[in-house]
């Protein structure tokens, strides 16, 4: 077997063993794949209105029933998977790129150059991350892009902290010096020695981010910051439907455990690749 897939291999080894990491991740998948064929998947338009059917309990024409409009809630969350994934994955994603760059400076480095970064991201990490993405959203103002960015924001100080202590970890080990020896410029140094050795943490960061990054942007929905009506994003859905809870708890409670299971299963996934990465652990 070649080496190169060695590592990734023992990885998933260690990955299968744990079962409720196995079932996370299959939640995970069959979420995505819900979001990638969704107009396949619906069994009404998301936004078609049924005026005759409004507010139906759950049945066989409407197995999640009917919000206040009629339209048919099991197809606004299938086709609301797109939105809350996509926030979520496309924010880490950010966060995490801004985090490399960042905390791969800062750890290089070191000296000034690691000073002056880490207290900006102190001023920014002083902010509660809820209470940050709620004040760039209302200055920026609602919808999907900008609830993006306010995400990606409060989210790149933890990547950029993780960079900086995994490379301080890897910054004296021999092969650097030896690429230091034959004069590898630093970009080099950084991109083909620091990096692949510096991820691991970062991944798993990742993972279990985008579940927070869902819980938030669902938040930010909620008290009418993120994505806006009629767009089915999950959050959206839980503050369209609280005003009618007490009669018609159906509107609340499938978008409520849509998400709980989304956010439960990213989390049961991202404790399992924890404990695939970690080195301690032994075949």
Request: with cysteine.
């Amino acid at each position: 077997m070649n080496r190169k897939n060695r590592p990734f291999v023992t990885t998933f080894r260690r990955l299968c063993r744990n079962k409720m990491a196995v079932i996370g991740m299959c939640i995970s998948i069959f979420l995505v794949l819900v979001a990638v064929f969704a107009p396949l998947l619906m069994p009404y338009p998301y936004d078609q209105s049924d005026f005759a059917a409004t507010f139906a309990k759950p049945s066989s024409a409407h197995l999640f029933g009917t919000d206040d409009l009629g339209r048919d809630i099991l197809s606004r969350l299938i086709y609301g998977a797109r939105y809350s994934l996509q926030i979520g994955i496309i924010s880490v994603a950010g966060a995490m790129v801004g985090g490399i760059l960042l905390g791969s400076i800062a750890g290089y480095f070191g000296g000034w150059v690691d000073d002056v970064t880490m207290r900006f991201l102190d001023i920014i990490q002083a902010v509660p991350g809820m209470v940050l993405s709620i004040a760039v959203s209302a200055v920026l103002g609602p919808g999907f892009g900008n609830c993006i960015l306010a995400l990606t924001i409060g989210m790149i100080p933890s990547f950029s902290r993780m960079m900086r202590a995994s490379i301080l970890n890897v910054r004296k080990m021999e092969y650097l010096e030896a690429a230091t020896s034959i004069n590898c410029n630093h970009l080099r140094i950084i991109l083909r020695h620091v990096l692949p050795n510096a991820l691991s943490p970062l991944i798993v960061q990742a993972t279990m981010s985008v579940a927070t990054a869902i819980l938030i942007a669902a938040s930010l929905s909620f008290i009418g910051l993120g994505v806006q009506p009629p767009e089915p994003e999950w959050g959206a859905m839980l503050s369209a439907g609280r005003g009618y809870f007490r009669d018609y708890p159906h509107l609340v409670w499938f978008p409520g455990i849509t998400i709980m299971v989304a956010v439960l299963s990213l989390n049961m996934f991202g404790d399992g690749l924890r404990d695939a990465l970690d080195p301690k652990l032994k075949d």
